[in-house]
C-alpha cells in the first residue's frame, strides 16, 4: 500500500516536472506554464549561476503557478518566507528570468538589510529622483504633493497614481534617465529590486552606472562576499 502512495507521488510529480536545481534549489509547478517553449531549468540554471552564491542562500524554493496575490496587487511574482512565487504565464524566457532575479532581489534585502540600506545611500538617490519626478509630474498637470514622494514605503494609492493617472505610457517616458524602468519609482523595495535584476539581466552595467550611480555602487559591493563575510 505504501509502495504503491510512493509510486502514485512519484507519477504525480513527473508529471508536473519538479526538479531541483544543482545548488538545491526546489522548483514547484502548482500550476503548469503556459508557454511550453519555456525550458524553465534552463531559466533558474540561468539566474542561480549569473548570481554568485552568497546572494542565494536566502530563498529555498521557486513555487510556479497563479496565486491570488498576483490578482489583489496586480503583480505577476511576489518573494516570501523563503519561497519565490513565479507566474506561470511568462512571455519569454528573458521575462520569466526577470521575474526570478527580481525576487532574489527580495530576499537579499532581507538578508543583508543593513548592508544593502544601511548607509541610506540608495535611499538618498531615490529621493532626490522622487523629487524630480514629483516636479516633472507637476508640470505635465499631476499634481500630487511632495510628501507623497518623500516615502520611501510602498503605497498602493501612490503606485495608482502613477500607473493609472500617469499611465504606463507617459510614466515610461518620464522615468527615461532617472529610473531603470517605470516600475523602479513605486518604492524604495522595488528600486533595489529592479536595479538589482538589470545588473544581472545584462552584462553591460553601463546604462545602470549612469543611471542610478549609488545604486550600481552597491550592486557592486554586494556582489564581493569578502564585504559581506560577517554573515555565515
Ligand atoms: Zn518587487
Redesign the pocket.
Known sequence: MLQHLKQKQKQLLEMRNDFYTARGTHVFFKDPLENEDIDVERVVAKAESVIPEHLLSEFEMIVIGWFKEFEDRD?N???KDGVLHISSMQVDEKDMFDDIV??I??SVEEMYGYEVYGDQNIRDEFLRKRQILHDKLWALGFKAPIQWFMDTEYDREFEEFLFEKVGKDKLRMICMGLFINA?AP??L??YF??GFADYYLYQDHGLLAKVCPALAKKMNFLQDVKNLDNRP
Open positions: 503583480i511574482a511576489f518573494y527580481h525576487e532581489a527580495h516600475y513605486v518604492s523595495r522595488e529590486a529592479t
